[in-house]
């Protein structure tokens, strides 16, 4: 059986950050994920400034593809801004695997099954043990299906269902592009052009509420490539996306039982307005292996619920947080 003082279920951007904060600080971590890295992953894929800060990245010795953006093209109910901001686009494909790497921490390629306790020692599938055990699997983390479940349950109006596809495609456009409650869509969707001539198109919105609307996300998407297309943003291309589901930020405030922590989209921390999770995962990640460090309770109260005011300057006037979160509470409760 091999041991670690702590070991991540999930190598993504809240793992692998968690166990770089652990590594850094002499504490010995192994990383499970059930797939091999590099590996493709469904993604807008935009980071903000601080997520380059809190995983101080050097933008210039970043070996990757990375793009700027010094503003967004948003519609919003269908008036049209462009906003001031800066923001980044990365490929999950590259970014993931660059920071799993840069961990140092040794990773193992496995699927868990079945997590049990004895004494003070989490042991997984009969083949490893730790004292401490982080959730970073995402919405399907077994580590929240084995301890979290019960005590940290998921609101079914939190569900947010996305269909989205990154290919390999000769843009013109270079500007990032956002329409939110285009023809009733309880979300918004995207354009965003990565390096290399990747492109990332996407759409999502709220589960319970399109259910509510009698539509489907499918009927939404088939609405948005037309859009494209009349746009000229894509041609002669047939799209063929994937689905996602995840859950953004509710009230449920469990993220520790004893030594077992969840973190990321195991967590639940998708922003309210944006649905941004690489941010809030990073966050996480660093959160718990402080707690880990200085042997503190793990909260996720100093992450930020919302994204917008990390966007949005103040002389446009309008606070996208405050209309989304007012949109989305209309729904909810007519």
Known sequence: MIYSEVIIVGGGPAGSTCAWKLKQNGIECLILDKQEFPRTKLCAGWITPNVVKNLKIDIKKYPHSFITFDNFHLNIFGRNLRLKTLQYSIRRYEFDGWLLKRSAAP??????????????????????????LIGAGGTFCPVYKT?????????????????????A???????CRLWFFDKGLPGYSWYVPKGNKYLNIGIGGLSEMLKRNKTTIRAHWNYFIQKLE????????RPNPKGLVYYQRDKTKVGQIENAFIIGDAKGLATRDWGEGIGPAVESGILVAKAI?????????????????LILKKHFNLCLSKIAADFYTRLKFK
Request: with cysteine; net charge positive.
């Open 230 to 237: 009349a746009l000229s943003l894509i041609k002669n291309y």
């Open 107 to 132: 990773v193992y390629t496995h699927n868990v099954n079945n997590i049990k306790k004895e004494n003070d020692c989490y042991i997984i599938d009969d083949k490893y043990c730790c004292k401490y």
């Open 293 to 309: 460090i200085n042997g503190s309770k793990y909260s996720p109260k100093p992450i930020k619920i919302y994204s917008s005011g």
């Open 169 to 175: 495609y000769d843009y013109h456009d270079k500007n």
């Open 147 to 167: 301890y979290f479940k019960k005590a940290n349950p998921r609101p079914k109006e939190s569900l947010i269902v996305t269909l989205e596809e990154e290919f």
